[in-house]
């Protein structure tokens, strides 16, 4: 590695340790203060680093928000990822019951921060947008998988794929709401039981 090569690489790391604090700093600071409260002046202060070095990273606190609300969901994403290749309807309720329980639970784990994200969309149009644009990747995802049981014949072929997997997420977001807010009827597991039941017994014709 050459001279040039070890500057530039110490300065790779120096930039990702500088963000990684300002994130770190930004976390505690929203849910300390709440998103409308909190201010970009505070996250620096919090994270020890300069102003201009700040801006460099982030443009300001939505900006911040939006790069803490990706890894929140990327746990969220990592369980509509798994694999999903059932060889029959009882295969596939089993992943989707599986599927519904670790999202819900998922949701009282990260409640803190969905709380601040919940806020969030309320008072910023971009954080509103980013939320949108989160929603739309779980239902292009969730869209592919009922799209793959109906080629194996196990769901019903006659229904639109992208409209069951809208209703399917709306489902799930509307409960993960309310377990943030702490108002939900019933436990995490009665909660994803009743509603993959529900879901999987239109779709699949489970009672068949």
Do not use: C
Not at 130 to 142: C, G, H, Y
Not at 193 to 202: L, M
């Amino acid at each position: 590695m050459t001279n040039k090569e070890e500057v530039q690489d110490k300065r790779h790391l120096r930039s990702i340790k500088t963000k990684q604090k300002l994130l770190q700093a930004a976390r505690e600071i929203f849910l300390t203060e709440g998103f409308q409260k909190a201010t970009i002046s505070q996250i620096i202060k919090k994270a020890e680093v300069g102003y201009g070095t700040a801006y460099v990273h982030f443009s300001g606190k939505e900006e911040i928000l939006i790069v803490l609300m990706d890894h929140v969901m990327e746990k969220f994403y990592q369980i509509a990822e798994v694999s999903f290749s059932p060889s029959s309807k009882e295969e596939a309720h089993d992943i989707i019951l599986s599927q519904a329980m670790d999202f819900l639970k998922m949701a009282e784990t990260e409640r803190n921060m969905l709380q601040l994200f919940e806020q969030s969309i309320g008072i910023s149009s971009s954080i509103s947008a980013k939320w949108n644009s989160i929603r739309e990747k779980f239902i292009q995802r969730i869209s592919e998988d009922i799209a793959y049981a109906q080629k194996y014949g196990l769901a019903k072929a006659e229904l639109n794929h992208k409209l069951v997997a809208r209703g399917w997420f709306y489902t799930n977001e509307m409960y993960l709401w309310e377990i943030v807010r702490n108002e939900q009827q019933g436990t995490v597991e009665e909660i994803a039981k009743t509603i993959t039941a529900v879901y999987t017994g239109g779709l699949y014709q489970m009672n068949e």
